[in-house]
């Protein structure tokens, strides 16, 4: 009851605010059109046709302006297509000045020039005032584009910079879960037992691990990556989780040719880490990690067994992290598909010269 009192309260003191705009408009026309009207009664009810003429002409002009502009604004944007937006935001508005023009000024002239009809009518002179009124539509929808645009940038300004924060506290984050005592005691454990198990075996393993700390500590300024960067940190990364999960987890990097092109960096971790920390992995159930290319796009799928323990829960920061960052960068946007055996993500692969 609450929220709808207050939304209710919200909208009437818009509308009113409208209302009372227009009026002022109109009353500062009749004042430049007869200035002595304002000194008697009989002054004042001789200009109630023009008053309330000029009062619906200003309030149809500038509430088309709110609407076209409010149709656009969830169509075309003003930074992805500037010049689609402008054409179309202009012609539209002028066709409605217009035609909302010629209806509202052929009604005055039937209801106060005595003797005039449809049949009558001057439609060469009806045209001509029309047109007079498109000029003053003109400083209008440069107004109201000029604040459309402002408003959209600023927002646009507002969202990166957010969204930088955001990238530069997940690529922290991701930094210190890599160097987390858990993370650490693992990696470590299963060295020591390489150690006198295979030196062969202990020497790549601590190769895999310096290549994944030396590429988080290297693209933590950079918003895109080489797919080729990505994977092999990707390779790298499962190639550890291989060694210390053996028969439990498989994986499968199957991309023959890696095109030149780039995605947000630490992307793969992110949904690695989560197939990883959400799904069984045992000898009984192994989990499969599969990465491959298609439709110009990565693809990476996971076989899909949750685990039960109430400790494990997804938030879900690291899949919105990675659409933030495509959604700033480009109007690509990563597809996630759920069924009941399979989880698979798709990112977009993303080229400088389209960005």
């Not at 499962?238 to 990097?253: D, G, P, V, W």
């Not at 199957?254 to 989560?274: F, G, R, V």
Request: hydrophobic share 45%; with cysteine.
């Amino acid at each position: 009851m609450n929220k709808n009192f207050f939304a209710n309260a919200t909208i009437f003191n818009s509308f009113g605010k409208f209302i009372g705009l227009n009026f002022l408009i109109a009353t500062v026309l009749m004042i430049i059109q007869c200035p002595s009207c304002f000194l008697s009664w009989e002054g004042l009810w001789s200009l109630r046709f023009d008053y309330i003429f000029s009062f619906l002409m200003s309030a149809s002009i500038s509430l088309g302006g709110f609407k076209v502009e409010e149709f656009y604004d969830k169509r075309i944007s003003w930074i992805a297509a500037p010049v689609k937006r402008l054409l179309l935001t202009t012609s539209t508005y002028l066709l409605y000045t217009f035609i909302i023009s010629f209806v509202l000024i052929s009604g005055y002239v039937l209801t106060t020039v005595e003797g005039v009809h449809l049949g009558n009518m001057n439609w060469y002179r009806i045209l001509n005032s029309t047109l007079s009124t498109i000029v003053i539509a003109v400083i209008i929808i440069t107004i109201f584009i000029a604040r459309s645009w402002l408003y959209e940038w600023r927002h646009a300004a507002l969202e990166a910079e957010r969204l930088k924060t955001e990238s530069i506290s997940s690529q922290f984050q991701s930094l210190k879960d890599q160097l987390n005592p858990h993370f650490l005691f693992n990696s470590l454990n299963v060295l020591s037992n390489l150690v006198y198990e295979s030196p062969d075996k202990s020497a790549a393993f601590i190769q895999q691990l310096a290549k994944i700390y030396r590429y988080v500590l290297d693209i933590q300024e950079e918003e895109l990556v080489l797919v080729a960067r990505e994977l092999e940190f990707a390779n790298s990364f499962l190639s550890l989780q291989k060694i210390r999960l053996e028969a439990n987890f498989t994986y499968k990097i199957d991309i023959p040719t890696i095109p030149p092109a780039y995605i947000p960096p630490l992307s793969l971790q992110l949904l690695l880490e989560n197939a990883l920390k959400h799904n069984i992995s045992s000898q009984e159930q192994p989990l499969n990690i599969h990465i491959t290319l298609a439709n110009d796009s990565l693809v990476i799928s996971n076989n899909l067994q949750l685990k039960h323990s109430a400790d494990i829960r997804s938030t879900g920061i690291g899949l919105r992290n990675i659409e933030k960052r495509y959604q700033l960068l480009s109007n690509k946007k990563p597809q996630i598909m759920q069924t009941a055996k399979e989880f698979t993500v798709t990112l977009p692969l993303l080229r400088i010269s389209a960005l």
